[in-house]
């Protein structure tokens, strides 16, 4: 075996398994692709999390054609899993239709967080 051809098979067999978890999985994504790509939101999570005593957090990037970058988003949002549901369910909520969608799915996703 290459190596590459093995860590591509091997990258295949995992997305392919992330496929049935994805429910769980896409509000996540979502929500944190949200916060990476809004300038204006990563300064409102900033200033949620100093109101709230945290250190504001940049999470892990999910890139599809690497199997851990999952794993490290999941890791990596654990410990502000109760930060990021209140902060989408305050800050966001009311700035728009888009925001309150995305809530919307983080809420309802939330317990199997």
Known sequence: FHI???????NLCVQDRFRSLETYIKPI???IHYLWTHLQVMKQWG?????N???????ARDVPTR???TYKLL????EYKE?????FGQVVQSSSLYYFQTNEIFAQQYVKF
């Open 4 to 10: 590459r051809c093995t860590c591509h098979i091997f």
């Open 29 to 31: 994504r979502t929500a």
């Open 47 to 51: 200033r949620f999390c100093r109101a």
């Open 53 to 59: 005593g945290m250190r504001a957090k940049r999470f």
């Open 67 to 69: 199997w851990n970058s």
């Open 75 to 78: 890791l990596s949002t654990f």
């Open 83 to 87: 930060l990021l549901y209140g902060f």
